[in-house]
């Protein structure tokens, strides 16, 4: 497999997904360069080339989820080293909308997770949440590959309409669904 060919091919279409994900271009940025060499290193355990902008994605969402755990962890981190070295401060935490914000959005997520249909719920939390390869969550759930692939894309529809019904107020899915199928959209 030619790494540079495959790479140039679908980088773009990655880039786009992480700055979904990550939110911002400096960090979609180095995700993308990091899941590269993350790729790069472990191009022997790819099988197909076609799987490759699916495989380089998933690198990417795992690189940018520990970007995220870490940026999350950096004032605890950061906090620790200051009490080290014996200085006291008041300590300053998220401000109350900032609370408020994030309490808002984890009840909008699980209010969406138990909406799905359990068989899409138990794929979706092997598979984002702790991470399972395809193979691993199908072989935990008792199901074959193929069943766990059409769940898991089942899983990230229905999840996705109803957090887009949830924070775009309240649009009918089937309108969602509609302009979803009209936008030519390369990856997802």
């Known amino acids: 497999m030619d790494f540079e060919s495959l790479s140039r091919q679908h980088k773009d279409a990655v880039y786009r997904q992480m700055l979904r994900a990550c939110g911002n271009r400096e960090d979609a940025e180095d995700v993308l360069i990091e899941s590269l060499l993350k790729a790069y290193r472990s191009l022997g355990d790819l099988r197909a080339p076609e799987a490759f902008r699916t495989w380089l994605g998933q690198i990417a969402s795992r690189v940018c989820w520990q970007l995220k755990q870490r940026e999350s962890l950096l004032p605890l981190l950061q906090l620790s080293e200051i009490e080290e070295d014996g200085i006291q401060f008041a300590a300053a935490g998220p401000s109350a909308e900032e609370q408020v914000s994030a309490a808002q959005m984890r009840r909008i997520f699980d209010s969406a997770m138990q909406a799905l249909p359990e068989d899409a719920r138990a794929v979706y939390r092997l598979r984002a949440?702790?991470?399972?390869?395809?193979?691993?969550?199908?072989?935990?759930?008792?199901?074959?590959?193929?069943?766990?692939?059409?769940?898991?894309?089942?899983?990230?529809?229905?999840?996705?309409?109803?957090?887009?019904?949830e924070l775009t107020g309240n649009m009918p899915s089937?309108?969602?669904v509609e302009k979803r199928r009209r936008t030519p959209w390369k990856s997802m």
Do not use: C, P, V, Y
Not at 140 to 152: F, P, Q, T
């Open 129 to 165: 949440l702790e991470e399972l390869s395809g193979a691993q969550t199908a072989q935990r759930l008792g199901i074959s590959l193929a069943a766990m692939k059409s769940r898991w894309h089942r899983a990230r529809t229905l999840l996705r309409e109803r957090l887009d019904r």
């Open 174 to 176: 089937g309108q969602l």
